[in-house]
C-alpha cells in the first residue's frame, strides 16, 4: 500500500530546517512532542574563573567582564509557535584563599541565526572557599525559551556562560576565585505547540 505523506508547509523547505527526514516528513504532524534535540556534555576539568579588577573613578574596583562559554547547544525551530526546554548541570567549586562564600552566576543566551547574543535567564549559587577545591558544588537548572523566534525556520544557538559575582577582597592577598571543574551539561528540546482538544463543556468544572 503506498503511503501518503502530509502535504508539507512552504516554511519545511527553507535551508536550516531540513536536517532529518523524519522531521521533514511529519512536519504537519508535529504537535505538543519533544522534537529536535542537541545535549552539549564536557567532562571533569578545570576552569578558573577570577575576579577581574579595573579603575573607576581612581578607585580599584571589580567587573564582571570575563563570562566565559562553559557549554553549547542549537536547535532548528520551524515555527514561531515552537518552544525550548534548557536543562544544565554545572559541577564547581570556589576556590583561592580568604574572604567568605565565593558566589557565581550561571546564564543562559540565545542567538538567532547571525544575530545578537542575548542573555535570556541567569541563577546564581554559591560556595565555600577551599583552595583545594575540595568542596565542589553541583548547580542544576531548568528553563522554557518560549519566545525563541519572530519567523519561521530559524537556527537557534544556546550559550551556558559563568561570571563571578563574589564580594571583592577586603584583604590584600585575597584571590577570591571560582573554578568550573566539570563537568558541565546543557541540553536543549524543541517542544511543538500543544495539540488543542475539543472538550465537551460537562467536563469543565472550571
Given at each position: ?48 574563573i577570577p575576579l577581574l579588577s579595573s579603575a573607576t573613578n581612581g578607585n ?35 576556590s583561592g584563599t580568604g574572604g567568605p562564600d565565593r558566589i557565581a552566576e ?84 524543541e517542544i511543538e505547540e500543544n495539540k488543542k482538544r475539543r472538550i465537551h ?6
Amino acid at each position: 500500500m503506498n503511503r501518503k505523506w502530509p502535504k508539507l508547509k512552504a516554511s519545511c523547505f527553507k535551508r536550516g530546517c531540513f536536517p532529518h527526514h523524519k522531521k521533514f516528513h511529519h512536519c504537519k504532524r508535529e504537535k505538543g512532542l519533544l522534537t529536535e534535540f542537541d545535549a552539549d556534555v564536557r567532562g571533569g576539568r578545570s576552569q578558573p574563573i577570577p575576579l577581574l579588577s579595573s579603575a573607576t573613578n581612581g578607585n580599584v574596583g571589580f567587573s564582571n567582564i570575563f563570562e566565559p562559554e562553559i557549554a553549547q547547544v542549537s536547535v532548528c525551530l520551524d515555527d514561531r509557535s515552537d518552544r525550548v526546554w534548557l536543562t544544565g548541570t554545572v559541577v564547581w567549586a570556589g576556590s583561592g584563599t580568604g574572604g567568605p562564600d565565593r558566589i557565581a552566576e550561571f546564564f543562559l543566551t540565545r542567538t538567532v541565526e547571525d544575530g545578537q547574543e542575548s542573555e535570556i535567564f541567569s541563577v546564581a549559587d554559591n560556595a565555600p572557599a577551599g583552595g583545594d577545591l575540595g568542596n565542589p558544588v553541583t548547580t542544576t537548572f531548568t528553563f522554557v525559551d518560549e519566545d525563541p523566534i519572530n519567523t519561521v525556520c530559524e537556527n537557534v544557538v544556546y550559550r551556558l556562560r559563568v561570571r563571578n559575582i563574589s564580594t571583592g577582597p577586603a584583604a590584600t592577598g585575597e584571590n577570591r576565585t571560582i573554578t568550573v571543574t566539570g563537568p558541565v551539561v546543557l541540553t536543549a528540546a524543541e517542544i511543538e505547540e500543544n495539540k488543542k482538544r475539543r472538550i465537551h463543556p460537562s467536563c469543565c468544572k472550571c
